[in-house]
């Protein structure tokens, strides 16, 4: 059973910076893409970022090109999720997800942090 484990999150002011980790286990990490989402109360869940499984290509929602950066870490399972210059619309529960090669869908999801972003 693949299980994935966000960490990171919390409470950062305007302008301030994150980041953001998750682990993964129970499966071959390199047999997996990974990807970030977030949901604002009120709003739908959005796309935020994904990794394919080797770390090769990388995709960005257009509100956040340019102030995260998402990687990995084979060595450590992880996925990382570089915030900066965090503005108060980032501020929402985060999920990492995980998406099996020739699929479109992500089938693992993690329990979502909180990132509360002060203005």
């Known amino acids: 059973q693949v299980q994935l484990v966000e960490s990171g999150g919390g409470l950062v002011q305007t302008g301030g910076s994150l980041r953001l980790s998750c682990k993964v286990s129970g499966g071959t990490f390199s047999s997996y893409a990974i990807g970030w989402f977030r949901q604002a109360p009120g709003k739908e869940r959005e796309f935020v970022v994904s990794?394919?499984?080797?770390?090769?290509?990388?995709s960005y929602a257009d509100s956040v090109k340019g102030r995260f950066t998402i990687s990995r870490d084979s060595a450590k399972n992880t996925v990382y999720l570089q915030m900066g210059s965090l503005k108060p619309e980032d501020t929402a529960v985060y999920y990492c997800a995980a998406r099996t090669v020739g699929s479109s869908d992500y089938a693992y999801w993690g329990q979502g942090m909180q990132v509360t972003v002060s203005s």
């Open positions: 990794i394919t499984r080797f770390g090769g290509v990388t």
